[in-house]
């Protein structure tokens, strides 16, 4: 009798970079795996094309965050013409499942004179490592699903990948505790995950709103919040503008940290723990040489396995 023949690989589509990554760990070579978005721009404002509706079309799982994260997915998804990937679907693999959601707005003062707000809560959870096991659990039981013959496989390195964060999540946890408590300025509201979960406190945000960009006079009071508070940070993405991170930062005799809030927004970060491996490298290489008291005792040196290493001023954010 001839040998049986290999199952083909389950197809997968990710919104982002994040969740690509994670699928392909937990897949392996049992999974074909490709996100529609690149890493360095918005989650918000991701431009889809024709070739991507095409890849959707031939998919067995779409995996994306759920919520109103990205506006943009279900038109792609009706464009498909997939019934597989259809809300409620065995395709469709929403990933905030099971997400503890931060910041959920009261629904009786929602407008859009409050900008790009998002109106279950914030969702940018996969910026918290151990909210990327849950990721990762949500995304293994769609594997298992689609493809029973190789669950044990997938079931193993899910909790691999388990394990792996869990461990990165203390160490770096560790690595910032001299730094519990300080304050700092992001521009985007993307980072309430991240800093909760390394121990940050955010004083407020260089947009005045969510997707607005800022004037003189806002800019002029997240000086003075910062000068008040003693914060010299400034957080910003790569999809936003560093030179007005910059100026405020400089202000204040700090310094404006670029950081990754996606796998390949910067080259270094191929991988989803090296996003957080490189974010808090940075973060503390900037603490230190902005002159930030540490509250603790001081931290052990820096991993060798990286690259170099609310209440908002403002309205409130998403």
């Not at 990933?95 to 959601?101: K, P």
């Not at 629904?107 to 914030?122: E, F, M, P, V, W």
């Not at 300025?185 to 979960?197: E, G, I, Q």
């Amino acid at each position: 009798m001839a040998p049986c023949a290999a199952l083909a690989q389950v197809r997968v589509v990710t919104t982002t970079p994040n969740y690509e990554d994670l699928t392909r760990q937990i897949g392996g070579e049992h999974v074909s795996v490709e996100s529609v978005m690149r890493g360095p721009e918005s989650v918000h404002n991701v431009v889809h094309t024709p070739s991507h509706m095409m890849k959707l079309k031939k998919a067995d799982l779409w995996v994306h965050s759920g919520l109103d994260a990205e506006l943009w997915a279900p038109l792609l998804v009706k464009g498909a013409r997939n019934p597989r990937l259809l809300p409620g679907q065995p395709g469709d693999v929403d990933v905030s499942r099971g997400i503890a959601l931060k910041e959920v707005p009261s629904r009786g003062g929602l407008t859009r004179a409050l900008g790009d707000i998002h109106i279950y809560g914030n969702v940018h959870f996969a910026l918290d490592p151990l909210n990327g096991i849950v990721i990762a659990r949500t995304i293994t039981e769609a594997l298992k699903r689609a493809d029973p013959a190789h669950a044990e496989e997938f079931e193993s390195r899910c909790q691999d990948i388990t394990h792996r964060l869990r461990q990165l999540t203390e160490r770096l946890v560790e690595r910032m505790r001299p730094y519990r408590g300080t304050p700092v300025v992001t521009y985007h509201r993307s980072w309430p995950y991240f800093l909760d979960r390394f121990g940050l406190r955010s004083i407020g945000e260089i947009e005045p709103k969510p997707g607005i960009a800022p004037g003189p006079r806002h800019l002029s009071d997240c000086i003075e919040s910062m000068k008040s508070q003693g914060a010299r940070i400034v957080i910003v993405e790569t999809f936003n503008r560093k030179k007005d991170a910059d100026f405020v930062a400089e202000r204040v005799g700090g310094r404006a940290v670029l950081l990754a809030h996606e796998v390949h927004a910067l080259p270094e970060i191929d991988t989803y723990e090296k996003l957080f491996e490189y974010n808090v490298e940075m973060l503390f290489a900037a603490l230190q040489e902005t002159g930030v008291p540490a509250q603790g005792t001081a931290a052990s040196p820096a991993p060798t396995t990286t690259s170099p290493p609310q209440t908002a001023v403002g309205e409130s954010k998403d």
